[in-house]
T-cell receptor, first 116, second 115 residues
């Protein structure tokens, strides 16, 4: 079974630009969550999608948005990039949207975004 | 709001030494608890998880963790570490009663094992 895949793996952008990151979950998984990992703030939850609907949202500005398609693939978009958006963006997939005994989250390799 | 504290930022051990990494969480309701590991250049991988039942859970690669509800703790242990355990370890929690799937992570503990 293929794992969670994320594209691109590396990205360099300049301030003010926008970026779109893509995540393909494990086959059969319907929940996709996004996390930001930085040396200063650690791993922080961005948002979660299930059945094309955003179910949970972390404490990030509106410049961060996402969506999920009918095949469960998800994209996240960051507009008007700032230097502080430089981070590793991780995607995780799980079977369902509710926490529970069998609802482990599987992480992808991440997209390393550098904002210059 | 939920929060997770990992008190050890960097731990350096010699091979065969015993390991204990601390994790405390702040949340009043039922929680699900996890330890993830991130080896250099690799994905986050699940080491072990606790949902309910026996508070001593065993994971992969000889790791175990004990949930102590009265102390809001979920410490990770391994009796004898190996050089290959060098990695960053993250404790995480999500709220069982809320049903929310999002994980709250600690800041991580970097473990360096010296051969």
């Amino acid at each position: 079974k293929a794992g969670v895949t994320q594209t691109p793996r590396y990205l360099i952008k300049t301030r003010g630009q926008q970026v779109t990151l893509s995540c393909s979950p494990i086959s059969g998984h319907r929940s996709v969550s996004w996390y930001q990992q930085t040396p200063g703030q650690g791993l922080q939850f961005l948002f979660e999608y299930f059945s094309e609907t955003q179910r949970n949202k972390g404490n990030f500005p509106g410049r961060f948005s996402g969506r999920q398609f009918s095949n469960s693939r998800s994209e996240m978009n960051v507009s008007t990039l700032e230097l502080g958006d430089s981070a590793l963006y991780l995607c995780a997939s799980s079977l369902a949207a509710l926490s529970g005994r069998n609802n482990e989250q599987f992480f992808g390799p991440g997209t390393r975004l550098t904002v210059l | 709001a939920q929060s997770v504290s990992q008190h050890n930022h960097h731990v350096i051990l010699s091979e065969a030494a015993s390991l204990e990494l601390g994790c405390n969480y702040s949340y009043g309701g039922t929680v699900n608890l996890f330890w993830y590991v991130q080896y250099p250049g690799q994905h986050l991988q699940l080491l072990l998880k606790y949902f309910s039942g026996d508070p001593l859970v065993k994971g992969i690669k000889g790791f175990e963790a004990e949930f102590i509800k009265s102390k809001f703790s979920f410490n990770l242990r391994k009796p004898s570490v190996q050089w290959s355990d060098t990695a960053e370890y993250f404790c995480a929690v999500n709220g069982g009663t809320t049903g929310a799937n999002n994980l709250f992570f600690g800041t991580g503990t970097r473990l360096t094992v010296i051969p």
